[in-house]
């Protein structure tokens, strides 16, 4: 599976943007897809994540109320939206999908077996 992330920007506190990300390869259902982010000198975080089948999503509690995932499987593409934005929403944002077995600890990088490169988003104050 290969992963292309798109949307990334420079946009002031309060705009919105979409990021996404486009697998290539084989999925199934039973396969998770997630958004982590990091911030420079911070550790990779846990941002969002969905079933491709569409079950509930997952949000950290930093972007709950602010974000949603959603997905269009018909062109095996995850969507992260992104509004209110503030400027410590700041970091490199990862697209990453796991195989799963149907169980996945959503918030653990280590579990997803692929990753996408990577897109800057900017908040500015």
């Known amino acids: 599976v290969q992963l292309q992330a798109s949307g990334g920007g420079l946009v002031q506190a309060g705009g919105s943007l979409r990021l996404s990300c486009t697998a290539s390869g084989r999925t199934s259902s039973s396969d998770h897809m997630g958004w982590f982010r990091q911030a420079p000198g911070k550790e990779r975080e846990f941002v969002s994540s969905?079933?491709?089948?569409?079950?509930?999503?997952y949000y950290s509690d930093s972007v709950k109320g602010r974000f949603t995932i959603s997905r269009d499987n018909a062109k095996n593409t995850v969507y992260l939206q992104m509004n209110s934005l503030k400027p410590e929403d700041t970091a490199v944002y990862f697209c990453?999908?796991?195989?799963?077995?149907?169980?996945?600890?959503?918030?653990?990088?280590?579990?997803?077996?692929?990753w996408g490169q990577g897109t800057q988003v900017t908040v500015s104050s």
């Open positions: 969905t079933w491709w089948s569409g079950s509930t999503p």
């Open positions: 990453a999908a796991a195989h799963t077995s149907g169980f996945i600890t959503h918030t653990d990088a280590r579990q997803y077996d692929y």
